[in-house]
């Protein structure tokens, strides 16, 4: 199984929760530079994808063969 045959809901649901605890932190910064800002793309990006792989470790028993 790959990270697409996760239910859309449950993605959708973590995905917002991590990008938005993510941006709230960087964004209490006071210099934010266009590089500071490409980091910042990436390191969502890289947590999410974190996030994806611990959600599949969680969820994999609660997902219906051949969903």
Sequence with gaps: M???DL???VIK????E???FI????S????????FKMQNQNINIFFNLLQHKY????????IPVGY
């Design 23 to 26: 941006s709230s932190y960087f």
């Design 18 to 20: 991590t990008s938005s």
């Design 7 to 9: 239910p859309f809901f």
């Design 55 to 62: 959600l599949y470790q969680q969820y994999a028993l609660l």
């Design 28 to 35: 209490d910064c006071k210099y934010r530079t266009n590089v």
């Design 2 to 4: 790959k990270i697409y």
């Design 13 to 16: 649901i973590f995905y917002v």
